[in-house]
């Protein structure tokens, strides 16, 4: 019988811990020649004892200098979860990405009588990034469990000095090669991914292509604001190095740029990085990624020189426009007395970016504001297919005003690097004399008579001439409030401060990540105490145990990941916890330890849940921080 295995390492051992035969694969083959050895094999795995092992699995074994590859490393039935030990060598920068590992519990039962057996693994993620080019070998994770070590196979990794690959290729590209301070660009960034093809699954459809992107990873420069989830695409062929055409999806990111500063244009930090997919499964559903390996390129970039808007023949009513416009101009009404309000509507079209478009200085033009007063109020303006709309207020000065003058709208030419204006029409106007009311043309007051008007008179009698009942102004004006309105004004500075410490303590909890799990953890630990378990024992025990780890974790503000007894322990003697106490959580986890892992002696409701329950509220009184 023969079986191909990679990355594994497997010790079997019986239920006294002693080992019987251990198998060490890596990438090779074994070969079992007689049924002696098949029976001993069956026999030992199909036995109710949990086996011990330390595996590890590289993302991938070709790599460039420098690129962030991923080693999982999964530890099988330990007595606690603990990180392994990376190897010390200077070709690598290794690093743990987290320290919570992913778990794993599977229930078997054995034999006719029932026998359980549990299989439980912790996955540990690294990120390991080769640090030269050559044929290295990554050394083996070491792991110590009561007293034994375990380890992995060493990975032979083969990294190239050449960070460039057949599989990806970025550009960007714009239609210029010089512009202007303000003048809109258009770029078009080009990401080209081989389309990938596997035997018995086909081709990789553009949708999972484009879906195997890294965006954390990848940084965007100035196409970060794009929508970066659905771009165009497009199949095209590209030559390879051997001559024969490859299938690839060209991409598609679009931006418009305005650079604001002169020089070589900044384009940003741009990097395109892709899970490049080395084997691809299919389920009921769709398709599902097996292997990858991370991949990254950056994109060739033009020369795009920007140049400052020149200053010499600059108009004096320039306003910033950039590109080539036309304006009109209508005015209503037409017919309207001296000072009376005229509403200027001006529409500007033209190549240019009229989002960006101001309106026209008109307090610059002179033969404006030589017969009309201008506004100085400046209109946001309305965009309209086409069109920006401006409206804006003038009044006629004098009686002699026969028009309003053509409206200029200066703006630089970036084709012909030139300053030009366009000119509206000179708008007709008719201005009537302001309309004058004489005095003695006032309607007489209904007492008849021409001595409507009365003279003023000063006088120094306060308010007395202007009231004739004299007891009302010297009455007493003085309100009672009554006990409501006393007994409110009494609660106000009451509820002042009950807002400013409830204002506080939201300010805390929103800023103080310690604070906001210490006020978490009693209701966090109720909540999973509180979860049905299973009928099981170790299932039970495990849900304690995570239960009071992370009370712990959360009221020292420490990560619940990898928080072994020990650990737990001396983080309460720490925080100068009872020794009681501390006694007591060492020996409820010491229980719980042995009831999950190693199979000890029942643990009853009594034991489990409740004990724990009650620890926690003693922590709680000793007031744990």
Known sequence: MQRQMSNYELQITNYRGTPYRAFVIRNSSFVIRNCASIVLVA????????????TAEISSDDAFVGEALTVNVTVSNPSQATAPTPPVTEDFEINLASVEPVGRSINTVIGSDGRLTQQTSYTYKYIVKPLRPG????????????????????????VSNEKTTRDLFCEVKTKRDVAYIGQPVELTYEIWIRRFHQPGVGMLDVSPTWNLKDIQSSTWGVFSQNDIARPKYAAQQREAESGRPED???????????????????FGDIQFVYNYPIRIGRNVFNLTLERSRKISA????????????PTVGRPPDYNGAIGVYSLSAIAKPLQVPVGDPITLTLSIRGAGPLERLTPPRLDQVAALTRNFEVSTDVPAGVLENDRKRFTLTIRALREDVKEIPP??????????????????????????????????????SEGGGADFLTPLVETTEGLFPN???????????????????????????????????WCARSDRFRRDQAYRRRAHALSNAKKS??????????????????ALVGYIADCCNVPAGGLTRADA??????????????????ALLEKLELAEYAGAAQITETDGASTAMELIQRLERERLR
Do not use: M
Request: with cysteine.
């Open 248 to 266: 690839f999806y060209v991409f598609y990111l679009e931006a418009t740029i305005y650079p604001t500063k002169a020089g070589p244009f900044d």
């Open 407 to 444: 409206v200029p709208l200066s703006f630089f030419n970036p084709d012909t690097g030139k300053f030009e204006t366009a000119y509206s029409r000179a708008i007709p106007l008719k201005v009537t004399p302001a309309q004058r009311i004489a005095l003695s043309n006032l309607p007489p």
């Open 569 to 586: 322990v001396k983080l309460l003697a720490d925080r100068r916890v009872s020794a009681e106490t501390v006694n007591a959580a060492d």
């Open 529 to 546: 105490l509180a979860v049905p378990q299973a009928s099981s024992l170790k299932p039970q025990a495990f849900s304690v145990r995570a």
């Open 298 to 309: 950056r994109p060739t970039l033009p020369k795009l020189l920007i140049k400052p808007i």
């Open 43 to 54: 026999s030992l795995c199909a036995s109710p004892v949990l086996a011990q092992s330390l």
């Open 135 to 158: 044929r290295l070998t990554l050394g083996r994770f070491t792991l110590r469990e009561k007293g034994r070590s375990y380890f992995t196979h060493p990975i032979p990794v083969s």
């Open 467 to 501: 009231e004739t009942n004299s007891a009302s102004l010297l009455a007493d004006q003085s309100a009672d409030l009554g006990p409501f309105a006393w007994s409110l004004i009494a609660l106000l500075p009451l509820a002042y401060g009950a807002t400013s410490v």
